[in-house]
């Protein structure tokens, strides 16, 4: 899985000038004292050494937005580029409600829902991930370099969950993550803010459609009433399906093999094209 993934990456990220920053051991991911992370502290398991390792490639500053994907996700649309998903999804910072425009004399009251859902001066949106009907999937997510994200990446590591139950739980790093998000934003929603359908997402997030960051395979996504991959689908991400077993085994292959057909389509198509203009 390691290989076919570091293969994927590198031919897409070569097609578009893109870093690639692959870990494959916790040795790999320098701890961040700052921030108090460390992979190897013994209490966060490997779910979690993505927070610690984005942290990281945030703060050399050379990047806007970071993409995190777990190895077992795979490019499927060679053409289709991670800068055209951010800018789908964070070109427009007014989170959706059912506010009325603006009206000088509204009711105080009003005027400070107003502010909650749409802050002034607009809010730029820092975090866009898929969801299904488990909730968060952070096998695939996108964060810019701004101070909202370094705030979020360090609460998200230091959640108060992981001193209880929550702890050992194999999706401890995905509960968490949708407890630092959601929680205070939930216990606020009231009548008033139900009237007007204020978004329960921090205006720095967006959740994007599944085939515009990630589709599932097709059992999983049977299973958590999700989207299906289909050819179209920017990323394809395989859930639930071990690399130890054949039947995931060939899946992974099977989804490198499609992507390294369409790039060699890519390549055929580039080369006629150069011999017609001479």
């Known amino acids: 899985m390691r290989i076919l993934c570091d293969e994927n990456r590198r031919i ?25 992370m460390d992979v190897q502290d013994g209490i966060h398991k490997p779910f979690f050494w993505k927070v610690n390792a984005v942290k990281n490639v945030l ?5 806007e937005w970071v993409l995190w994907m777990d190895c077992d996700a795979f490019f499927m649309e060679p053409t289709r580029t991670i800068d055209s998903i951010i ?14 425009p603006y009206d000088p004399k509204e009711d105080p009251a009003l005027t400070e829902i107003r502010q909650h859902i749409h802050p002034s001066p607009p809010t730029k949106v820092s975090l866009i991930l898929a969801i299904d009907s488990t909730g968060v999937n952070n096998g695939v997510w996108l964060l810019r370099d701004s101070q909202w994200s370094h705030e979020f990446l360090t609460t998200w590591w230091h959640s108060d969950i992981l001193d209880g139950p929550g702890r ?8 968490t993550m949708l407890h630092v998000l959601l ?9 008033a803010l139900d009237a007007v359908e204020a978004p329960v ?8 459609a599944q085939e515009h960051l990630q589709s599932f395979h097709q059992a999983t996504a049977e299973t958590a009433q999700a989207r299906a991959w289909e050819d179209g689908d920017f990323i394809k991400h395989h859930p639930g399906c071990h690399y130890y077993k054949l039947p995931c085994q060939y899946l992974y292959d099977e989804a490198e093999a499609i992507f390294r057909r369409k790039v060699m389509q890519l390549q055929v198509q580039q080369q006629l094209q150069e011999n017609q203009q001479l």
């Open 12 to 36: 897409y990220s070569a097609i578009h000038g893109y870093d690639v920053h692959f870990f494959t051991s916790a040795s790999q991911i320098t701890p961040n004292v700052a921030a108090g």
């Open 183 to 191: 929680h205070d934003r939930v216990m606020r929603l009231d009548s």
């Open 59 to 63: 703060e050399t500053k050379q990047y």
């Open 201 to 208: 997402w921090p205006p720095e997030v967006r959740v994007a």
């Open 87 to 100: 800018e789908m999804y964070s070109g427009n910072s007014t989170p959706a409600s059912r506010m009325h």
């Open 168 to 175: 050992n739980h194999n999706c401890s790093d995905q509960s």
